[in-house]
C-alpha cells in the first residue's frame, strides 16, 4: 500500500521553479531513495514534503490524505519526521533535551520515557553523553541524535536528508546499518542521499532527480547495473 504519492508537485523559489510535475510513491515498509547532483532540487523535495515549503500546485498524499496544505507539527503529528541535512540541533541544549523536543507533539510521559531508552539501547553512546552538550559530539554522534530525536515522534514515515555527509566511512557504515534496521522493525524511509551508489546499494526503488524533474526511476538492484546510470551517477 503506498504510504506517500505525490502527483504533479511543483514549487518555486520567487521566480524560480525549483521542482516541477513530481510524480513519486513510497511504498509502506520500503526504503525508497532519491538521488541526484547537488542543486538538482533533493532537499527542496523533503522540505515541501515535511511542509516547509508549500507547492504552488500538486497534491500529496500520506495515507490517502491531502496534506499538501498542513502545517510542519501537523504532518508530524500524522507521522511524518524528517532528520534534516546538517542535523539542526541546538548545540546548546544537553543530548537528551534535544531528544525529548522529538516528542513535542506526543502526551504521556511513560510512553515518551520508554521511547527515550529506546534510543539510548540503539544508541548507547548517547546514554553515556545524554548530559553533554550536543555540540560537542563528533559528527557521527550528532547523527545520532538527529536520528534518535526524529525517531522520538514516532514516526511511519522517516524523511533523511544526506546522512552520510561529512562523517567518516565507518561513521557512515554504522547509519546505514542503522537505516536498514529501522526499516527491518517497520520504519518507511525516504532517503535523500549525494551517494548514488550508497542509496541504491541500501534502498528498494529510487528516482533520479535532474533541474526539479524526475528523469529516471526504477528497482535500484536495476538502477544500479544500468549502464547510463553507473556513468551519470557512479563514476563509471
Known sequence: MPLLVTRNLSVMYGKIRALEGIDLTVESGQIVALVGANGAGKTTLLKTLSGLLAPVSGTIHFEEKEIAATSPDVRVRSGIAQVPEGRGLFGILS????????????????????????????????????????????????????????????????????????????????????????????????????????????????????????VNEGKSETLLNDPAIVEAYLGG
Open 95 to 214: 543530548v537528551e533535551d534535544n531528544l525529548l523536543l522529538g516528542a513535542y507533539t506526543r502526551r504521556g510521559r511513560e510512553a515518551i520515557h520508554a521511547d527515550l531508552e529506546s534510543i539510548y539501547a540503539r544508541f548507547p553512546i548517547l546514554r553515556d553523553k545524554r548530559h553533554d552538550y550536543a555540540g560537542t559530539l563528533s559528527g557521527g554522534q550528532q547523527q545520532m541524535v538527529a536520528v534518535g530525536r526524529a525517531l522520538m515522534s514516532r514516526p511511519r514515515l522517516l524523511l533523511l536528508d544526506e546522512p552520510s555527509m561529512g562523517l567518516a566511512p565507518i561513521i557512515v557504515d554504522e547509519i546505514f546499518d542503522t537505516i536498514r534496521g529501522l526499516n527491518t522493525a517497520g520504519t518507511t524511509i525516504f532517503l535523500v542521499e549525494q551517494n548514488a551508489r550508497l542509496a541504491l546499494k541500501n534502498s528498494h526503488y529510487t528516482y533520479v532527480l535532474e533541474n526539479g524533474t524526475i
